[in-house]
Structures are given as structure tokens and as C-alpha cells.
Nanobody, 114 residues
Framework: VQLQASRGGLVQPGGSLRLSCAASGSDFSINVAGWYRQAPGKQRQLVARIPEYGSTTYADSVKGRFTISRDSAKNTVYLQMNNLKPEDTAVYYC?????????WGQGTEVTVSS
């Protein structure tokens, strides 16, 4: 399974950015997908998670600003980030569970700065 994440970038505070992560190379669909982030000097933390069925989960710090979604037909998961803040600066990683196996994307850097 390969995960292809979109590029991040530099965004001004208050701006928006959408990340995507497409899974390929499997006959199975994504069971659970999530986005994590790791800021410099900090541990990787969960940002949002979306199961195949059920409710999504968000870190308190991003609730109301970030939205995770998925397109099952494309085996792709998205993270829409609005009203970005400097503290959202981090490397973002997608993570998917497919057929009982966990996969990580390569990480994409998001910098929020004026």
C-alpha cells in the first residue's frame, strides 16, 4: 500500500489549506483514517480520525476549525483546515488502517506564519 499525501505549504494566520491522502495498491478500502501532526520538539499527536462507520474524532485544539472527510470510491482522506493559527505549524501525517495493517504517509509540512 502506498499513501500519497498532498503538499502542505506556507499559510498566513486565518488562512485555509486542504490536505489529501490517497491510498493505492490494495484491494481493500480504508477502515480507519487519521491525520496526526508533529511540531518541532513535540510528540506526534492525533489531529482527527474518521472511521469507516461512526463518528469522527478531533483534538480539542482543532475542533470547529478542521474537518476530516473521506471519499471511499477514491480511497482518499482529506483534512480541511480553516482559520489556521501559528500553533498549527507542524508536519502532518496521514495514517490509515487497511485490512488490519497500519500505514503512514510520508509527512507534509504546514507552516502558519505572516
Amino acid at each position: 500500500v502506498q499513501l500519497q499525501a498532498s503538499r502542505g505549504g506556507l499559510v498566513q494566520p486565518g488562512g485555509s489549506l486542504r490536505l489529501s491522502c490517497a491510498a493505492s495498491g490494495s484491494d481493500f478500502s480504508i477502515n480507519v483514517a487519521g491525520w496526526y501532526r508533529q511540531a518541532p520538539g513535540k510528540q506526534r499527536q492525533l489531529v482527527a480520525r474518521i472511521p469507516e462507520y461512526g463518528s469522527t474524532t478531533y483534538a480539542d485544539s482543532v475542533k470547529g476549525r478542521f474537518t476530516i472527510s473521506r471519499d471511499s470510491a477514491k480511497n482518499t482522506v482529506y483534512l480541511q483546515m480553516n482559520n489556521l493559527k501559528p500553533e498549527d505549524t507542524a508536519v502532518y501525517y496521514c495514517n490509515v488502517l487497511i485490512d488490519f495493517t497500519n500505514y503512514w504517509g510520508q509527512g507534509t509540512e504546514v507552516t502558519v506564519s505572516s
